[in-house]
């Protein structure tokens, strides 16, 4: 009687113990005492007891990991050269290479023909004269300036000296050239349409010159600029997740993107 | 004996060193040459002395000009010579868009018209609605609504003193001026003052014949022009015998002249230009205007 007294006692004691363990926090979930089932310690984990998880050493050194081969990656598709821009207007469009357009040559009579040649060459030689005419006038022009300057330089040497001086408020000089009707006094012009830019590269150039971002059609290559400005433009304050960038840019560098709406 | 020893030595030297200069690439070296201390010691000196001892009496006059407006008519070789090569463009040119619509419309009228038309084989459902005659139509008919201002206007080409006549051509501006005992129509021109640059004088010969709001742009520092007369042996002082007048290019920017001029005005195309000038002054003008 006395031991099964004991054995409470010391049973009550014990739980107590456990208890005030349990409420200092010093429970050790290792001490496998009868009176703790594993149900117990999965109750007392980390976050209710408000402990620090323990990082582990991988961790830092995966993310770095991570994100030296993502600049890797960036840096072999940047080497890649950046594609010309085509000059448009060196390719000849299909539709002047269509037959359909062809027009039939007319045959000229030998009167049109000869009328022809000779009113070539009396144009040719009327422009000859045209230009002729222009080179002496500027000639006399020059001399007429040439003359005045001498007589200047022996008149006052501070006058000829502030005449030789370049104007600097003279250039840019701009004048409106003839038109072939003179302006209306108080016209009102209407409002036209201007497109500027049309084609795909030309919007392209536009904006890159102008440092905006550039929506990639499917099937081109994305060049270098671009993908810069495409990532600085993804920097947003704090810390994005790394599986988000990489889904990010392995978006960015596939072969076809994609359209989605702006 | 010493003085004027040493100041005929420093023009001569300065004259020297600018002859040299000139010819250096650019008048920025003549400026950075004659700044030498032969220079420093009498600036306004040699000046004066040089205008002291010169017997000619300087002036400035100013050349404005008002640049055509609208381009000159074709002469007939340039109007004969323009058809031709429309003419052959056309023939060497691809079927336009616009043509090969017309082409197709007239097509489909000539198909509609034959006996054997099936019209449920033609018609569709985005059949044009406006045939491409009716497109040039309403072309036309916008043109027509589009009233320009006229090129020629005869009234306004005869009278002389307006900015405004003979629009093709570029005119000069002629002023009456008091020369000596009489009144005579020239280049406007103003005696040149100390302290101030030809340029200057040119332009204060513009402002005095002139409106306010008259706005020009002179053509650089240097003259384009000089003109030295002899005065009569009545008028001749010890210190002028003659006057030389130099020219200075300026071009008339547009606006509107607001207030009447101060002097009796003319804008004269280069050919009636010799009515009013006299020959000798006549002469060295029309070197440098240029009717280009």
């Known amino acids: ?262 | 004996m010493a003085a004027p020893c040493r100041k005929m030595a420093s023009r001569s030297f300065s004259r020297l060193l600018c002859y040299f200069s000139s010819t250096a690439v650019g008048s920025g070296a003549c400026r950075r040459f004659s700044v030498t201390p032969i220079d420093r010691a009498t600036p306004l000196g040699s000046t004066a002395a040089d205008r002291a001892t010169s017997p000619w009496s300087l002036m400035a006059a100013v050349c404005l000009q008002r640049l055509p407006v609208i381009s000159a008519d074709c002469s007939p070789i340039e109007q004969r010579f323009k058809q031709m090569l429309q003419q052959m463009e056309l023939e060497k040119s691809l079927v336009s868009d616009h043509e090969l619509r017309l082409l197709e419309d007239a097509e489909k009228m000539s198909r509609r018209q034959a006996a054997d038309y099936d019209s449920d084989e033609e018609d569709r459902g985005d059949q044009e609605i406006m045939m491409t005659q009716d497109l040039e139509d309403t072309w036309e008919q916008r043109l027509k609504n589009f009233h320009p201002a006229p090129r020629v206007r005869a009234d306004v080409d005869e009278d002389l003193s307006s900015a405004q006549r003979c629009l093709a051509d570029s005119l000069v501006l002629l002023a009456e001026q008091q020369v000596g005992a009489e009144k005579l129509w020239l280049l406007p021109q103003a005696a040149w003052q100390e302290g101030e640059t030809l340029r200057q004088t040119a332009e204060r010969a513009l402002d005095s014949v002139t409106a306010a709001g008259v706005k020009a742009t002179f053509l650089g520092n240097a003259p384009c022009g000089v003109y030295k007369y002899k005065l009569p042996k009545a008028a001749r002082t010890e210190g002028s015998v003659g006057r030389k007048v130099f020219f200075f290019k300026a071009i008339l920017a547009d606006g509107a002249p607001g207030s009447a001029p101060t002097a009796p005005l003319l804008w004269v195309k280069k050919s009636e230009l010799q009515e009013y000038l006299k020959p000798a002054y006549m002469t060295k003008v029309d070197r440098f205007i240029l009717n280009l």
């Open chain 1, 1 to 262: 009687m006395s031991s099964v007294v004991s054995r409470c006692i010391f049973g009550v004691l014990s739980r107590q113990a456990a208890t005030s363990r349990l409420f200092l926090g010093e429970c050790n979930p290792a001490v496998q005492s009868p009176w703790f089932s594993p149900v117990a310690t999965l109750k007392t984990s980390a976050p209710l007891r408000a402990e620090p998880k323990k990082k582990k050493k991988v961790d830092p050194r995966r993310e770095l990991m991570v994100r030296e081969r993502l600049k890797k990656k960036l840096k072999k598709l940047e080497r890649v050269p950046p594609e010309f821009i085509p000059i448009e207007d060196f390719i000849t469009p299909a539709k002047c290479l269509d037959e359909t357009r062809v027009r039939i040559p007319p045959t000229l009579s030998f009167e049109e023909s000869e009328s022809r040649a000779l009113l070539l060459k009396e144009w040719s030689r009327y422009k000859q004269e045209q230009h002729m005419a222009e080179v002496e006038a500027i000639e006399l022009a020059l001399e007429a300036q040439k003359e005045a300057l001498e007589e200047l330089k022996m008149e006052s040497e501070e006058l000829y000296r502030a005449a030789l001086t370049p104007d600097p408020l003279l250039l840019p000089f701009t004048h409106e050239g003839p038109a072939y009707t003179p302006p209306i006094p108080n016209y009102d012009a209407p409002d036209g349409k201007a497109i500027v830019g049309s084609s795909q590269h030309g919007h392209r150039v536009a904006a890159v010159l102008s440092g905006e971002a550039v929506r990639k059609a499917p099937g081109h290559r994305i060049k270098r600029m671009e993908t810069q400005q495409y990532l600085s433009l993804q920097k947003k304050p704090g810390k994005q997740p790394v599986a988000l960038q990489t889904f990010r840019i392995l978006r960015l560098h596939r072969w076809q993107l994609p359209t989605h709406s702006d």
